[in-house]
C-alpha cells in the first residue's frame, strides 16, 4: 500500500471462506518500505484471528542504507541544545564536520566519504536546505519531531540532488485525543566544569521553554498539531587589550627614550610632545575612540561584556480527510532569532576591545502543502509544495554611528550609503589590539526556494512501480560588504612611533574597496525519476533506477556576475562583454562586446543520468535474514554560495584599492588617502564547468539475532569525479624576483577567491557494524562501529573562505595531484552507542519500593572517535609565489612523531631554517622539518598528522510522577561529558610559530565534547 504517513495502522486481511486476520500495532517509520506476510486460513466468515506486530526491524524489500530514530529517543536522550541534528551521529558512515571547516558552527555533518556541502536536508518531505551553504535551514521544535531519518547511501532513485546523507524529518500530527506537553529546560555555568584552556568559568545561562498541544478539530477528519519554544541565552565575555595611554593620545611620548620625529622638516619634536595644532582632526578622532588603560602592565586594558542569544519559534500543522480517497496536510514552520557577539569571535571577526561586537539576525520560515490522492487500490498519486525564504543579517555593533563622514575621511563614498554600512574604519596599529569594525561587515541576505514534487506510485502484479519529478527555483537577495569603511595601517614610519603616526592621520597603508555589494541572482534545478521494486520470487526483490538531474547555472537579475577568462586574459561579464586591462582607465579596466558569452557564464551539464540497482535476497524466506547489495550514480547539485557567489564581486562590479605602502618620504592624509588605480579582483570558473557525480555500491547482511534485536554488518564504497575545486590559477612560478612577473596573468594578480574547476576526485570506503534492540521490556539500545577512509584531491569550493589553515589552497596549483591524501574529515575508527532504559519498579507489586524507585530512567549516548587529520605549513612564502602563509609546506626530514603528546606540544616541531637554525626545538630533539628553500616548494603532504580525537559520554537521569490519570510529571539531569574529557582542537599548523605544535582550545564547541555542562529540566506531558 503506497504513499501512507508515518504512524500506527491496523492491517485487515479477509477473503470468502477464509478466517479474517486483523493485525494491530503496525508501526510505519518515515519512508520506509514494510513487508507483512499474512497467510488466510480456511474457516467460517466470523472467524477472526487477532495478531499484534510491529514493524520488522530488518529492512527486506530494498538496498537503501539508513536508519530510523523514533520520537521516543528524539524527545528523551541527553541532546545539548535540543538540536534534532546530533541524533545523526548514532548513525553508521556519519561524522561531525572537520576541525576547522568554516561550516562547523551551523553543526555541519559529513556522510559516507561526502562532503558536509554534500547532503539534503528535507522536512515533511520538501526542501530544507541553505541554498548558499547547503547546511539546514530550519531546525524544528524537537518535541514536535515524530521521526528522524537519515539515507547514507545507495538510495532509491526517487532520492536526488546531493549524493551525501539524505536528512529527513518527519513533524507530529495530531490525533482524535487531545494531548501535549510544556518545558524548561536550563543550564548555568555555576553547574559546569572550567574549560581546560580557560582560567575560569565564564558566567552561562541558558533557558529553553516552550510547550506542544495536538488534537482533533474534527473528530476522524481534522486534526492539529502546534508547538512553541523560546530560548535564552546569554554568556560572559572577557578579553586583553593593549590600547594606547592617556599621554599618547594626548600627544605626549616625552616617556619614550626614542625621539618622535617630525615628518615635515625631518627633525624632532621638541620634548616628544606634538602640539595639538599638528594633530590631524581624522587622526586624533580615530585615536580618541582606544578606551582608556584600567590595568597595569601589558596587556593594559582588560574587557569584560555579555554575548546575547534570543530566538522564538513557532509550528503548526493541519490534517484533513477531504474523503477516502483524499487527504492533504499544511504544516508551516517560523523561526525568529538574534545573537550578539561583543567581543572577539571566529563568526563576526569582532575586536578585543568593547563597542566593535557584531549582531547577527536571521528568520527562517518553511511551508508545506501535501495532497494524496487515491485514484485506485493500485494507483496513488501525491503532490507536495513547499517554500522556504531565510533572512540574515551580520552587522558590526557601531553601525548606527558614521564616523567616517563625522571625522571627514576620504575616499569612501560607500560607508553610509550601502545599508548599515557606518561605523569606525579598521585601524591597525602596530604594538596595540586593533581597533574597528570588521571589513567583511556589513553583510545580509534573502533567500527563497520554491519546491514542487510530484509522486506516482502504481502496483501491479510483482511490480511496485513509482515515478515522478521534482522542480526548485532559487532566489537570492544579498549584499557583502568588504572595506567599505577602509582600513589604515600605522607601523611608525613617518615618526618613528605607531601612535605618533595616527595623530598625525599618517598610515603607511590605505585599503578600500569600490563598487557595489548587491547581488541579485536566481536558478532552477529538477530531478526526474523512475524506480521499479520488483519481487522476482518471493524471496528476493530487484530494485531498478533511474534518475535525470538538471542544474541550470546561475544567472543574475541585472547580469552583474564576472569570471576570468583563461583564454583571453581578460574578464567575461554575464550578458555579453568582456572586461580588460587598460592603465589609462581610472579604473584599470575597459570593456568591449562579447558575442559568445551569455546570462550564464558555464555550460548546463544535461548529461546527469543516475542509475539506480539494488537487491534484497531473503535466503531462509521469512523476515529474519536478509541479504542486500546496491549500486548507483548520485549528482550534486551545483551550490550556488560557498564558490560561485563571489563571482557577482568580481570586477568590475568590486574593485580593491590599497594605497601604499608608503615611504618615509610621502605625505599621506587620511583625508585623501587614497589614489592610484585600483586592483582587480578576479576569481572565476571553469566555461566547462560539470555537474559532480559519486558511484556508490554496498553489500551487507540483516538478521533479527533475537526478539526485537537486529543486527546490520555491511560494506560500503565510493568514487567520487567532477567534484568541484578551488585553486588558485594565477599562483607565481615559484623563484626569485617580481611575483608578478613570473604569474600566468600578471595584471590579475593573486586571485584569492580562487578559480572554480570540475577536476576533483574522491574514493571512500567503510565497513560497518549496527545492532538495535528496539524498546522491549523498558530497554533500547542503539549500537554502531565505522571503520573508514575517505581520500580526496581537496575541499572543494570552501577552501577560499576558510580560515583555519587547514583548507587553504595547493601547495603547488599546477600539480593537484601532489594534494591527494586523507581527507579534512577522515576518522578512522568511530563507535557510538545509545540507550533509553526505563527502571523496572514502576509496576512491582511492593508499594514502598514503588514510591522510592518507580518513574526512574536512564538515558545516553556515549561516542568514541580517533582524530581526524592536519597540515603543516611553513608560514611563509618561501616559494615566492605570492601565495597565502599557509599553502607552502616544508620538508620532512625526520620523525614528527612524539611517543607522549600533549596539548603544549602534540609532535615534534623540532625546525631547521635554510641556514641551519633551530626553531621550536627541545633539547636532544632531532629536527622533523626543514623550512622549504627559497623559490621551493617543501615535500611535507596534507594531511600527514591526526589530531585529538573525541571521547564524550553524555548521560540523562529523570523520573516521572503521574499527577492524574492523564497528566503527569517529569524531572531530568542531564550531564554532557559527564567524565569531562578534555577533546582538543587542531595544534597550531606554521612552523613560522613560536606556538607551532600547541593546543590552544577545545574542541566540538557547538557539538557534544566540550567541557562537562550540566542540564536541568522539568516537563508536564498531558
Known amino acids: ?120 536536508y528535507i522536512l515533511d518531505g520538501v526542501d530544507n536546505n541553505d541554498e548558499t551553504t547547503n547546511q539546514p535551514l530550519h531546525r524544528p521544535i524537537l518535541d514536535a519531531v515524530r521521526e528522524f531519518k537519515i539515507l547514507t547511501g545507495t538510495y532509491s532513485a526517487e532520492y536526488g540532488r546531493q549524493a551525501g546523507g539524505q536528512i529527513m524529518v518527519t513533524t507530529q500530527s495530531g490525533t482524535n485525543a487531545f494531548h501535549g506537553s510544556i518545558w524548561e529546560f536550563h543550564r548555568n555555568s555555576a553547574l559546569d566544569a572550567r574549560n581546560f584552556f580557560a582560567p575560569q568559568k565564564p558566567g552561562f545561562r541558558r533557558h529553553q521553554f516552550g510547550g506542544v498541544l495536538g488534537g482533533p478539530i474534527k473528530k476522524d477528519q481534522t486534526f492539529f498539531f502546534a508547538a512553541y519554544e523560546g530560548q535564552r541565552r546569554g554568556q560572559q565575555e572577557a578579553s586583553l587589550a593593549t590600547v594606547p595611554s592617556l599621554a599618547f593620545k594626548n600627544g605626549d611620548f616625552s616617556s619614550l627614550a626614542t ?149 571627514g575621511i576620504g575616499g569612501l563614498t560607500d560607508a553610509g550609503r550601502t545599508p548599515f554600512n557606518n561605523g569606525a574604519p579598521q585601524v591597525t596599529l602596530t604594538g596595540f589590539t586593533t581597533l574597528g569594525g570588521p571589513t567583511n561587515l556589513p553583510q545580509g541576505r534573502h533567500d527563497n526556494t520554491y519546491n514542487y514534487i510530484e509522486n506516482m506510485t502504481f502496483i501491479t502484479g510483482q511490480h511496485s512501480m513509482k515515478f515522478g519529478f521534482d522542480f526548485r527555483r532559487f532566489l537570492f537577495n544579498s549584499f557583502f560588504t568588504s572595506f567599505g569603511r577602509g582600513a589604515f595601517t600605522f607601523d611608525g614610519t613617518f615618526t618613528g612611533v605607531p601612535v605618533a603616526d595616527l595623530l598625525l592621520g599618517m598610515p603607511r597603508q590605505a585599503d578600500r574597496n569600490l563598487g557595489t555589494p548587491f547581488h541579485n541572482s536566481m536558478t532552477f534545478a529538477s530531478g526526474y525519476y523512475f524506480q521499479d521494486d520488483w519481487k522476482i520470487t518471493p524471496k528476493l526483490t530487484l530494485n531498478l533506477g533511474l534518475r535525470y538531474d538538471l542544474d541550470l547555472p546561475e544567472v543574475e537579475r541585472v547580469n552583474k556576475i564576472a569570471s ?170 615559484p623563484g626569485p624576483g617580481s611575483v608578478n612577473s613570473r604569474r600566468p596573468f600578471p595584471a590579475f594578480g593573486n586571485i584569492t577567491g580562487g578559480y572554480i574547476s570540475s577536476i576533483g576526485n574522491s574514493n571512500f570506503n567503510g565497513l560497518t557494524a549496527r545492532a538495535e534492540r528496539r524498546m522491549t521490556n523498558g530497554l533500547s539500545l542503539i549500537t554502531s562501529y565505522t571503520w573508514s577512509k575517505a581520500i580526496d584531491d581537496g575541499v572543494g569550493i570552501s577552501a577560499a573562505s576558510d580560515s583555519s589553515g587547514t583548507n587553504g589552497f595547493a601547495q603547488d596549483a599546477r600539480n593537484l595531484r601532489a594534494e591527494r591524501a586523507v581527507s579534512d574529515f577522515d576518522v578512522t575508527h568511530r563507535f557510538a552507542f545509545s540507550y533509553v532504559y526505563d527502571l523496572p519498579f514502576s509496576k512491582t507489586p511492593n508499594k514502598a519500593l514503588r514510591a522510592v524507585a518507580g518513574g526512574w530512567q536512564l538515558t545516553g549516548i556515549l561516542t568514541l572517535q580517533t582524530g581526524p587529520p592536519f597540515t603543516v605549513f611553513s608560514g611563509r612564502d618561501e616559494s615566492n609565489t605570492g601565495a597565502p602563509a599557509n599553502e607552502d609546506r616544508p620538508n620532512i626530514i625526520g620523525d614528527w612523531r612524539l611517543p607522549g603528546q600533549g596539548p603544549d606540544r602534540w609532535f615534534n616541531t623540532c625546525t631547521l631554517l635554510p641556514n641551519g637554525t633551530r626553531r621550536n626545538c627541545l633539547s636532544g630533539d632531532n629536527p622533523a622539518w626543514l623550512i622549504n628553500a627559497a623559490g621551493t616548494f617543501g615535500n611535507a603532504g596534507r594531511n600527514i598528522i591526526r589530531s585529538d580525537g573525541l571521547k564524550n559520554f553524555d548521560l540523562g537521569l529523570s523520573r516521572s510522577f503521574r499527577l492524574t490519570e492523564q497528566v503527569s510529571l517529569q524531572f531530568r539531569s542531564e550531564f554532557f561529558n559527564l567524565a569531562n574529557h578534555p577533546n582538543f582542537f587542531l595544534p597550531n599548523e606554521s612552523a613560522a610559530s613560536s606556538s607551532f605544535g600547541a593546543v590552544s582550545r577545545a574542541a566540538f564547541q557547538s557539538q557534544t565534547g566540550a567541557q562537562r555542562q550540566i542540564q536541568f529540566a522539568a516537563k508536564v506531558l498531558f
Open 564 to 733: 576570468l577568462d583563461p583564454a583571453s586574459g581578460t574578464i567575461k561579464v554575464a550578458g555579453g562583454l568582456e572586461y580588460y586591462i587598460d592603465n589609462n582607465s581610472p579604473t584599470g579596466l575597459s570593456s568591449r562586446p562579447r558575442s559568445d558569452v551569455g546570462r550564464r557564464l558555464w555550460i548546463t551539464d544535461k548529461n546527469n543520468f543516475g542509475p539506480r540497482l539494488g537487491l534484497a535476497w531473503r535466503p531462509f524466506g521469512g523476515t529474519s535474514t536478509v541479504v542486500r547489495a546496491g549500486f548507483g550514480t548520485f549528482y550534486n547539485h551545483q551550490i550556488v554560495g560557498n564558490g560561485l557567489t563571489p563571482l557577482s564581486r568580481n570586477s568590475p562590479f568590486r574593485l580593491r584599492q590599497t594605497s601604499g605602502p608608503f615611504q618615509p618620504t610621502d605625505r599621506p592624509d587620511l583625508a585623501n588617502a587614497f589614489s592610484g588605480i585600483p586592483q582587480v579582483i578576479t576569481p572565476g570558473i571553469d566555461p566547462n564547468f560539470r555537474t559532480a557525480y559519486v558511484n556508490q555500491w554496498s553489500f551487507g547482511v540483516q538478521r533479527e539475532v533475537a526478539s526485537n534485536v537486529v543486527l546490520d554488518v555491511s560494506y560500503f564504497g565510493s568514487q567520487g569525479h567532477k567534484l568541484p575545486i578551488a585553486w588558485n590559477i594565477n599562483q607565481a612560478f
Open 259 to 407: 625621539p618622535v620625529q617630525d615628518p615635515m622638516n625631518g627633525g624632532s619634536f621638541p620634548g616628544n610632545r606634538i602640539p595639538p595644532e599638528r594633530w590631524s582632526k581624522q587622526g586624533a578622532g580615530l585615536l580618541a575612540l582606544y578606551p582608556a588603560p584600567n590595568r597595569l602592565g601589558s596587556p593594559n586594558f582588560v574587557s569584560a561584556a555579555a554575548g546575547r542569544y534570543k530566538i522564538n519559534q513557532w509550528s503548526g500543522r493541519v490534517d484533513h480527510r477531504l474523503s477516502q480517497s483524499d487527504s492533504i496536510y499544511a504544516a508551516y514552520e517560523f523561526a525568529d532569532g538574534s545573537e550578539f557577539y561583543p567581543l572577539s569571535n571566529p563568526l563576526c571577526s569582532a575586536r578585543d576591545v568593547p563597542g566593535y561586537g557584531c549582531d547577527e539576525l536571521q528568520r527562517t520560515q518553511h511551508a508545506v502543502i501535501v495532497w494524496t490522492h487515491i485514484l485506485s487500490p493500485r494507483l496513488v498519486n501525491e503532490a507536495r509544495v513547499g517554500y522556504t525564504r531565510f533572512a540574515f543579517y551580520r552587522l558590526q555593533q557601531d553601525r548606527d554611528v558614521n564616523v567616517v563622514q563625522t571625522l
Open 1 to 120: 500500500m503506497p504513499q501512507l504517513a508515518p504512524g500506527q495502522y491496523t492491517l485487515t486481511a479477509e477473503y470468502t471462506g477464509f478466517n479474517k486476520v486483523v493485525r494491530s500495532g503496525i508501526v510505519l517509520e518515515t519512508n520506509q518500505d514494510a513487508r507483512f506476510d499474512i497467510v488466510l486460513k480456511v474457516g467460517g466468515i466470523t472467524e477472526e484471528v487477532q495478531v499484534s506486530a510491529a514493524a520488522p526491524l530488518v529492512t527486506t524489500e530494498n538496498a537503501s542504507l539508513g536508519n530510523v530514530v523514533d520520537q521516543r529517543k528524539i524527545v528523551e536522550l541527553p541532546l545539548n541544545g535540543r538540536d534534532y541534528l546530533q541524533l545523526a551521529f548514532m548513525q553508521p558512515n556519519v561524522f561531525a564536520t572537520a576541525q576547522g571547516s568554516n561550516l562547523g558552527f551551523r553543526g555541519g555533518l559529513n556522510v559516507a566519504g561526502n562532503s558536509e556541502i554534500a547532503n539534503q
